[in-house]
């Protein structure tokens, strides 16, 4: 696991956290504040997954 995907799913956890006190507080823009964290994380994770099968399939050709 590199720092990218630790760091997206850690924006992931913290835009769910907002999202869920957003709707508790009816704060819209905090709830709108953790969607788009979350989206972030998203992106931010996929881009580790990808650097990591990279470096899998670089170390599978290469021996």
Known sequence: MNKDQVKGVGEQVKGKINEVV?????NPGKELKGDLQQGAGKVQKTYGDAKEDA???AKRNNP
């Open 22 to 26: 957003g709707k508790a507080t009816d």
């Open 55 to 57: 470096k899998d399939e």
